[in-house]
């Protein structure tokens, strides 16, 4: 463990199971990457896929922050989600229930093609299983068009909190309101294209998606 | 504008529409924080509220990353809302419907008692708006131990994608489905704190939540 990866606020909220970290990355559906330009540091959204040990990115070859990355700088991706709104009796007691995994790496350039066709198919399977069969594969230019990177997942933290609120002896006492608001990502009713041919029926991975 | 807060890779999603960045600030329950460590890059997750120009964030005066942030040493904060699957006939041209707001700045340590009350206050009704007066307020131990920092909303940038797919000519005679899967946060029913007192009902701010 390294000092970066150590849990020094409230530790009980830490955790070293390898496991958990997988879980919460594979169930986000995008992360965040940090890394540190020129002009300063800069976050930013992204859809990622794990495999193995290893975090898979995509993006345009023509993209800077992409650009910026395959030099090997060191990155950090956090990936939060969001289970609950903890209401306590007290303000100071109030809380959330999450659950984040932060992995610290370097990222690769991945220029491999068999590598290459793994990261695409894990990114759209974990984006809408059951995709990668029902869609279009990428063609030589849309291939030549991106950018794959890979981070390893060697330093990492996962930190989390779950069940109701804890407040102060004192407080119980008192007449005020305490529990969780549970939160969940939800899928609405899928919306076709506008374009969409006739008689083409939503396939099973659109059919079937569970946030 | 400077350099980084320029939307170089696909334009069109960029936009400095203030009131847009707002928005999405207002709704993200929470963001994303990036800075630069001696040991390199790290983004946290962190609850936020916007008040004006500033954004405010809380924490432990003993947590080490508030009182690695009070050096005014420069930050990225990133509220990102997911809003939809975007399926479309060509893996290529998948994507995701999204709303990302970026803010450049450095962090400053709040001392006003006066500002630290509103931003408590802010950080509060932006979690769960009405709570504020629900519940009990903090006391000057829990006022000690609580750090408040102040991010002012000068360079940033917002980017969007909403819509159905965009695919390539020779895809849409083909018989492949094409949509979006519209996504969400909701709410599920509050769980009372099994503490709590018999005959305490759920108040407005939780009973009326929507996020």
Redesign the interface.
């Known amino acids: 463990m390294?000092?970066?990866t150590r849990i020094?606020?409230l530790p009980e909220r830490g955790s070293k199971d390898r496991g958990l970290l997988d879980a919460i990355l594979d169930e986000a559906?995008?992360c965040?990457?940090?890394?540190?330009?020129e002009?300063?540091?800069?976050?930013?959204?992204t859809?990622h896929a794990r495999v193995g040990d290893t975090i898979y990115l995509h993006g345009?070859v023509?993209?800077?922050?992409m650009r910026a990355l395959k030099d090997g700088r060191?990155?950090?991706?956090?990936a939060?989600l969001?289970d609950g709104?903890v209401?306590?009796?007290?303000?100071?007691n109030?809380s959330?229930n999450?659950r984040?995994a932060?992995v610290?790496g370097t990222a690769r350039l991945v220029g491999d093609a068999a590598e290459r066709t793994a990261a695409?198919r894990a990114i759209?399977e974990h984006?809408?299983p059951g995709?990668?069969e029902?869609?279009?594969?990428?063609?030589d230019a849309?291939d030549r068009?991106?950018m794959v990177l890979a981070v390893s997942i060697d330093e990492w933290s996962v930190k989390t909190r779950t069940g109701?609120?804890g407040?102060d002896e004192v407080?119980?006492?008192?007449?005020?309101?305490?529990?969780?608001?549970?939160?969940?990502?939800?899928?609405?009713?899928?919306?076709?294209?506008?374009?969409?041919?006739p008689g083409?029926?939503?396939?099973p991975?659109?059919r079937s998606?569970r946030?």
């Open positions: 390294s000092e970066r020094k606020r559906l995008i965040h990457i940090g890394f540190t330009r002009d300063g540091p800069v976050v930013l959204p859809i345009s023509a993209a800077g922050n060191p990155v950090c991706l956090t939060t969001v709104i209401a306590a009796r007290a303000l100071f109030h959330m999450y984040s932060v610290f695409f759209t984006v809408l995709r990668w029902e869609a279009r594969h990428p063609n849309e068009q991106t109701g609120p407040d407080d119980y006492a008192g007449d005020i309101w305490a529990g969780v608001i549970p939160l969940a990502m939800t899928a609405r009713e899928p919306v076709p294209d506008e374009l969409l041919r083409i029926d939503s396939p991975s659109v998606y946030p």
